[in-house]
């Protein structure tokens, strides 16, 4: 199994609800990522966990709360969200560490709605 | 802080062209170097990935080099078809041992023309 699987594909929230974005893979990589991605710009790094323990938050809000609850799961909750925060949310994951083939492998998105 | 920039923003080519995609980075300290292909909507889908010790690598049509003391890469695409259209999106890895960032480039728009 060479994929990062997130789920839901689109999702749409009213600014009060509270909602999770899922990430999994099973290539036994243990650095996972969330980025954020706005129309026409590169990703942008919102959270790193190595070894199932966040390892870099680049300050986002707290209404975004990343999990890890084992080395092939990310998740992603959601509560307040702001229209703004309307974009496209990709999980990855590489290797830990530097190895050979420390490439980053991306999941396909979830396409986040906030009205 | 390491900075990508990839030109050109934007490339129309008619189908059959070969074409070239360029990247540059500011600080040659890095670990690889990683070329992405994103349709409109969806994920990124690795192409190429080089490290810091190699000089080019090779799939298929696809062709990307790496000289990294001057802080370039470029990926040759050969033979463009109007399925290529997409933006292709450099990154490079620094060498950290931890997870790391990626620096993403701003993207190649490409459009071949059937």
């Known amino acids: 199994d060479t994929e990062v699987t997130q789920t839901p594909k689109h999702l749409v929230m009213g600014m009060t609800n509270k909602k999770s974005l899922k990430c999994e893979q099973h290539?036994?990589?243990?650095?996972m990522y969330w980025y954020k991605q706005k129309a026409k710009k590169p990703p942008e790094l919102m959270f790193v966990?190595?070894?199932?323990?966040?390892?870099i938050n680049e300050s986002v809000p707290s209404r975004f709360s990343p999990e890890c609850p084992n080395s092939s799961l990310l998740n992603l909750h959601l509560h307040a969200l702001q229209p703004e925060d309307s974009a496209l949310y990709l999980c990855?994951?590489?290797?830990?560490?530097?190895?050979?083939?420390?490439?980053?492998?991306f999941g396909s998105g979830t396409r986040l709605t906030v009205v | 802080k390491q900075e990508v920039t990839q030109i050109p923003a934007a490339l129309s080519v008619p189908e059959g062209e070969n074409l070239v995609l360029n990247c540059s980075f500011t600080?040659?300290?890095?670990?690889?170097l990683q070329w992405f292909r994103q349709d409109p909507g969806k994920g990124l889908t690795s192409l190429l990935l080089?490290?810091?010790?190699?000089r080019e690598q090779t799939s298929g049509r696809l062709n990307a080099s790496l000289d990294k003391s001057s802080g370039r890469s470029t990926l040759y695409i050969a033979a463009s078809q109007p399925g290529d259209s997409a933006t292709y999106l450099c990154?490079?890895?620094?060498?950290?041992?931890?997870?790391?960032?990626?620096?993403f480039g701003e993207g190649t728009q490409l459009t071949v023309n059937p």
């Open positions: 990855a994951s590489s290797r830990q560490g530097l190895v050979v083939g420390g490439g980053y492998t």
């Open positions: 290539m036994g990589h243990r650095a």
């Open positions: 966990y190595s070894y199932e323990k966040l390892s």
């Open positions: 600080d040659s300290a890095i670990y690889n």
């Open positions: 080089i490290q810091s010790s190699q």
């Open positions: 990154a490079v890895r620094p060498r950290e041992t931890s997870g790391s960032r990626l620096t």
